[in-house]
């Protein structure tokens, strides 16, 4: 919550003194109230329902094996009492896994964590949507995540990204670029990526409700065109770099200080293993230092800091044509 402060003008006699304050203590109250109110608004279910039904209307989705074990994840509950988490995931043929979570805290919080991951005879960008509203603010990150490198592979970025460059600019004004980001998140975002924060309130919900609607039939666009790789060595590469995404994810994730809180260590790691980054366990053995060797510690464990590697970009760091700029 932003604390608000006004300075008393001078000269305030006691009584008018204590007229401000009231008058300063209601406005502060109603802001909250607003901020609760709009918190409310926002419920992230609607993302959620368009998105599965636009799917059906596009292939055959069935639940996933991760449905069949709802049950385990049903009983995860918030320590706070409050809080709402729903589970979701499905499958199809060129889909690894669909599945969403979503966070509701009532008036104060809305957090939705969705995603899709092709299957691995597919070398599909990964869709990605990672929203957080308070009563202040909202954190968003929305994006169709390269399977493949787009900063050293230029072949996968102008098969992927080069049509799709209208998308950002459409949404680069209404959704500006959310302030520093460093080169080791950047490597897992694309060109037409939407990393914004803003004061939370009904307009900006409804511009980022347009942009998932797009981003979304975007990608099932690129689903419904996309062929099945014949090549054993390239599906190969294509797990492997699915895998070394979902790597970074379940060990790196920000919402992962959110879900300790809520549910405690032990349940938020499960969740992030083998939920929301299913696949981490199964698709290699490969661990998170054999991808990521910079991280390793004198004591051969994990740095667990974040945004330590690489350069920082204040400002968003492709042009209009998804080239990378080296002065943002």
């Not at 901020?35 to 609607?46: D, E, F, H």
């Not at 998140?185 to 409804?206: A, M, N």
């Not at 090549?231 to 492997?240: I, R, T, Y």
């Not at 379940?250 to 083998?274: F, I, M, T, Y």
């Amino acid at each position: 919550m932003v604390l608000l402060r006004f300075p008393l003008p001078e000269k305030l006699n006691p009584c008018s003194r204590c007229q401000y304050n009231n008058r300063t203590n209601k406005f502060i109250e109603n802001k909250i109230k607003l901020g609760t109110q709009i918190v409310s608004a926002l419920s992230y279910q609607k993302f959620v329902d368009f998105a599965v039904d636009e799917t059906k209307h596009r292939t055959h989705l069935i639940p996933s094996p991760l449905q069949y074990q709802q049950e385990k994840f049903s009983h995860i509950q918030a320590v706070d009492g409050k809080a709402k988490i729903d589970f979701l995931s499905f499958e199809a043929s060129k889909i690894r896994l669909l599945r969403s979570m979503h966070i509701d805290g009532g008036d104060s919080l809305q957090v939705l964590d969705f995603g899709i991951f092709p299957n691995v005879a597919f070398d599909m960008p990964i869709f990605c949507a990672n929203f957080f509203t308070s009563s202040s603010m909202s954190i968003i990150v929305l994006d169709l995540n390269p399977l493949h490198d787009v900063i050293s592979n230029r072949e996968y970025k102008e098969k992927y990204y080069k049509s799709l460059m209208p998308l950002s600019i459409k949404y680069a004004e209404l959704l500006p670029w959310g302030g520093k980001l460093t080169g080791e998140s950047l490597r897992f975002f694309s060109p037409i990526v939407i990393w914004t924060r803003f004061t939370s309130s009904q307009h900006k919900g409804d511009i980022l409700f347009d942009a998932f609607n797009d981003y979304y039939k975007t990608w099932l666009d690129l689903m419904e065109h996309a062929v099945q790789e014949q090549s054993p060595a390239q599906v190969m590469l294509n797990s492997e770099a699915q895998h070394k995404y979902l790597t970074w994810r379940a060990e790196k994730d920000p919402g992962h200080s959110l879900l300790k809180k809520l549910v405690g260590e032990a349940k938020a790691r499960d969740v992030l293993r083998s939920f929301l980054f299913n696949g981490v366990d199964e698709l290699s053995r490969k661990t998170f230092l054999d991808y990521f060797p910079e991280y390793k510690l004198e004591d051969g464990s994990i740095n667990d800091k974040r945004s330590m590697m690489g350069k920082s970009f204040e400002n968003r760091p492709w042009d209009s044509k998804g080239e990378l700029v080296d002065n943002c």
